[in-house]
């Protein structure tokens, strides 16, 4: 017979060394016959079964090697439709063969992947439900193109290599195969011999749904269905409409009594309504991506495309978005294309080459975090990037994204002394690569999904971040405002009495507030590592620390930029964050004097009044919207300035840092009216001093700032007022 296989080819099979194991498995028309040859360790008897009778049609001859079975039919018309009876020691079993199907990816996905411009290559790429020749089962494509033998591991096979080795496709560095009646919910990984011969474990880098860690294995899933976004969401993300930012961490907001988390359905009852009720339109979550380690925060991402299993499902998350969908609040992703972790069933050294990182150390290895960087030169690994920002979008229906340490992307000196870096290609420390990237992410998601948003987290002055990239810009919408943060964040913490030496730290932002799209960012970064909370930073006693905070917030919510406040800064927590408990909800017991109850109603009212005003929010990004009224009252540490909207209404916000109550304190106005108080930080329903404007204050006939008109106000202590203009 014709049949022959080297014993050599045999012997690799075997030993799980086989690179191309359909050149032996499977069916072979030969000059006999058609061959079936099969690979089955353990199993001791195998029939070829008619798939239609279910009449046997072959009992298939033992090799020398174990498991390699084989045999040949005979020549008919027909072609045939088989089946394998597999007898092992305690049962018998009829499979099918996975080796006697042909190519899975299409010529034009594999030319696409290639080249890096697939849109979707998690559509392809990963483990995805299929039915072929009337046969359900799973299709499993995994990119190691330096990989010398891949093979699909998991429950079904016992997790040995040998049984399912792959398909090299050339021509990509792709491997794949179909493996029959292989459903949803099964545990896998990819076993590769790497390019030097060692084995290795790694999960599924598109995988849509792993393991609850500490175990790392994949787990087969169907992708989440896509999300329409109604025009209602792309209007909560114009610049010219309100946008006040929840920052969230899923683990800590709120546990059960003992200390264990809430699930995402949970969330959902929990979460969903109290952000609605205190006026927030947006969530934005920190990272959800499946990571190992719990003290990243999920900022070391391994499963990329997989929500964390620590709060259930990819259903369950889905279902906490549309909850938030449904009542109105629009959500954003923190996303993480920085760096990832150096875990060994991840990213890291994939298939035994730095395939997904840059290979020396000097561009490819973050040394504050200890972990690695994309390759942003590489035409696939920018896909998987890409793909994945559509992903979260499309798929769960993310209404944007924020990206991560952007400033680490952009320089190749990034947190490196002289000598630790490599200069780009003209000899600068802009890393070129990682621009054009961010460009291709943002232009992707404009053209792909029109009103999301991306948010860039980027700590340094680089030029024209929310620009668009044909005017040479990144193309983000929005940048956080980390300046303006540091500013008044280190003025607030100040004693009052030396705030008049360092007047220009709450000014100082409006020289540059229309560079760039702000954020005005309160995050978690400011809430950690010895930084104290917010109200820690506030200085004096309990009531002048209460105060500050409340004055503070106000400030904010007023000042040009869309607000973001991380998770317990609304009721004020005391202590630093900690990711591994709950907020202090107790905190907010009639116990407590009422002094966090009394801010949480104070963000509460900012929330609602600031989305009631659309002077403050209108023209954020437009200089007509703003105007300084007082700037220069450093002596008594008063400001206050007129925000106003396209059709001249205004709303002047009158800020007095001092612990001084100030009467009959004269600010010039252009206008003469009635200006009603909107808002008042120092009312006892926030547990102020109660002293104000008695509801508002008539325009007087004085000149004053070199305007006709001018307001006799009095100022409480430590506090923020809003005026709004009538008639």
């Not at 298939?351 to 561009?363: I, N, Q, V």
């Not at 200069?423 to 943002?442: C, D, K, Q, T, Y």
């Not at 983000?476 to 100040?494: A, P, R, V």
């Not at 020289?511 to 930073?537: C, I, Q, T, W």
């Amino acid at each position: 017979m014709s049949t022959a296989i080297d014993e050599k080819v045999i012997q690799r099979l075997s030993l799980g060394k086989c690179a191309d194991p359909f050149s032996i498995l499977g069916p072979h028309a030969t000059e006999d016959g058609l061959t079936i040859s099969a690979f089955l360790p353990d199993a001791s008897r195998v029939t070829v079964l008619d798939k239609d009778s279910g009449a046997s049609l072959l009992t298939l001859t033992p090799g020398e090697h174990s498991g390699f079975f084989q045999g040949v039919l005979p020549h008919r018309n027909a072609p045939y439709r088989y089946q394998l009876a597999v007898e092992w020691d305690r049962y018998r079993q009829v499979i099918e063969d996975p080796y006697r199907f042909g190519l899975l990816l299409q010529e034009t996905d594999s030319w696409l992947l290639a080249e890096g411009t697939h849109l979707r290559p998690y559509e392809r790429l990963g483990a995805h439900p299929m039915r072929l020749d009337d046969i359900d089962g799973m299709a499993f494509t995994v990119w190691a193109p330096n990989a010398q033998r891949v093979s699909i591991v998991g429950d079904f096979n016992h997790w040995d290599g040998r049984r399912h080795p792959m398909r090299l496709r050339s021509e990509s560095g792709i491997w794949e195969l179909f493996l029959p009646h292989v459903g949803i919910g099964e545990l896998y990984k990819y076993e590769l011999v790497d390019a030097h011969g060692h084995r290795r474990l790694k999960a599924d880098p598109y995988a849509f749904d792993g393991d609850a860690r500490p175990e790392t294995a994949s787990r087969t899933a169907l992708p989440p269905h896509r999300s329409a976004m109604p025009q209602w969401r792309r209007d909560a993300n114009q610049f010219s409409s309100p946008m006040s930012i929840y920052e969230v961490h899923l683990g800590s907001w709120q546990r059960h009594d003992d200390g264990s988390w809430l699930s995402y359905r949970e969330l959902a009852e929990r979460l969903i309504p109290y952000v609605k009720s205190m006026g927030f339109t947006h969530i934005e979550l920190l990272p959800i991506h499946e990571h190992p380690f719990d003290g990243s925060w999920g900022y070391q991402p391994v499963g990329l495309y997989a929500p964390t299993r620590r709060f259930g499902s990819p259903e369950d998350f889905h279902f906490l978005i549309d909850c938030a969908h449904r009542e109105g609040i629009s959500v954003l992703l923190d996303w993480v294309p920085g760096h990832f972790p150096n875990d060994e069933h991840g990213l890291a050294r994939f298939d035994g080459t730095e395939l997904y990182e840059y290979a020396d150390p000097r561009e490819g290895l973050h040394q504050d975090w200890d972990t690695l960087i994309y390759n942003y030169d590489r035409h696939e690994v920018r896909n998987y990037l890409t793909g994945n920002a559509l992903y979260w979008l499309e798929r769960f229906g993310l209404d944007g994204l924020r990206v991560d340490a952007v400033a680490s992307m952009l320089y190749r000196d990034y947190s490196r002394a002289e000598g630790e870096w490599i200069p780009n290609r003209h000899g600068g420390r802009e890393n070129l690569e990682a621009i054009e990237f961010l460009r291709s992410v943002n232009r992707t998601v404009g053209a792909q999904r029109e009103g999301a948003v991306v948010i860039a987290e980027e700590s340094t002055d680089f030029p024209g971040v929310t620009l668009p990239p044909e005017s040479g810009g990144l193309g983000f919408h929005y940048k956080w405002n980390l300046g303006w943060m540091h500013d008044t964040l280190d003025y607030m913490s100040l004693d009052p009495i030396y705030r008049k030496h360092h007047h220009g730290l709450m000014t100082f932002g409006m020289l540059y507030a229309y560079s760039e799209n702000f954020v005005l960012p309160l995050s978690h970064d400011e809430v950690v590592h010895g930084k104290r909370s917010l109200l820690g930073r506030m200085p004096g006693d309990a009531w002048q620390q209460f105060a500050n905070l409340r004055a503070y917030y106000a400030f904010m919510w007023g000042y040009p930029g869309k607000k973001l406040l991380f998770m317990g800064g609304e009721f004020a927590q005391g202590r630093e964050w900690n990711h591994d408990a709950s907020l202090d909800w107790h905190l907010l017991d009639d116990v407590n004097d009422g002094w966090h109850s009394g801010v949480q109603n104070l963000v509460r009212d900012l929330n609602h009044v600031y989305r009631a005003l659309p002077p403050l929010y209108r023209l954020d990004y437009r200089p007509e919207g703003f105007e300084w009224y007082v700037v220069d009252d450093c002596e008594n540490s008063v400001f206050a300035f007129i925000r106003r909207d396209e059709e001249g209404n205004e709303v002047m916000v009158v800020s007095n840092f001092t612990p001084v109550l100030r009467q009959g304190y004269r600010i010039g106005v252009a206008q003469p009216g009635f200006w009603r108080e909107a808002l008042n930080t120092d009312s006892q329903l926030y547990r102020g001093s109660n002293a104000g404007n008695f509801g508002g204050v008539h325009s007087d006939e004085a000149p004053s700032h070199g305007r006709p008109y001018s307001l006799s106000l009095t100022l409480p202590p430590l506090s923020t007022l809003y005026f709004v203009r009538e008639g």
